[in-house]
């Protein structure tokens, strides 16, 4: 890939990691679409995934994905995270040391301090896993992903 087709691709990304929107097209049968809100949490966790996860299949040398950790996660959580994969050898926000086929984010309720969303991984037809992702009202900073939320410790 050269530096022109890459600034152009990390640009792509970072528009829809920072909540300005997508739309996409199928280019074959119906038309598909996705959207999504800038003041929804949900859309901001989903935006968080869709590009992490094209930023760590693309392997950018971890820029864009530090990036993205650094825009998205409270600092401490990102300590946390960064320990928690000393330990475990695998991504902290894909608690996996491979990359999933697909991902959905779904609601999983809210309190006045956070929402908590699940974020199911496709890794072939028949093996997903979960992970439950919170994040701050106010600063819609994401500070905690792990097997169950915050609240159900």
């Not at 929804?40 to 966790?45: A, K, S």
């Not at 779904?106 to 199911?120: P, Q, R």
């Not at 919170?134 to 097997?147: A, L, P, Y």
Request: net charge positive; no cysteine.
């Amino acid at each position: 890939m050269n530096s022109k087709t890459r600034t152009a691709l990390t640009a792509g990304v970072l528009a829809v990691a920072l909540g300005l929107g997508a739309t996409a097209q199928a280019s074959a049968g119906a038309a598909r679409s996705v959207s999504g809100k800038s003041s929804d949490n949900i859309t901001r966790i989903a935006d968080f995934y869709g590009a992490y996860i094209d930023a760590v299949t693309d392997e950018d040398s971890g820029k864009l994905g530090d990036a993205l950790r650094a825009h998205y996660l409270t600092p401490a959580f990102q300590k946390e995270l960064a320990a928690w994969e000393d330990r475990e050898h695998a991504d902290g926000v894909l608690r996996a040391q491979n990359v999933p086929l697909a991902w959905k984010v779904t609601d999983n309720g809210s309190t006045a301090k956070y929402t908590e969303a699940v974020v199911t991984f496709t890794w072939s037809r028949n093996s997903t896993t979960k992970v439950v992702v919170d994040m701050t009202r106010d600063t819609r900073k994401i500070f905690h992903i792990g097997e169950k939320g915050i609240g159900r410790k």
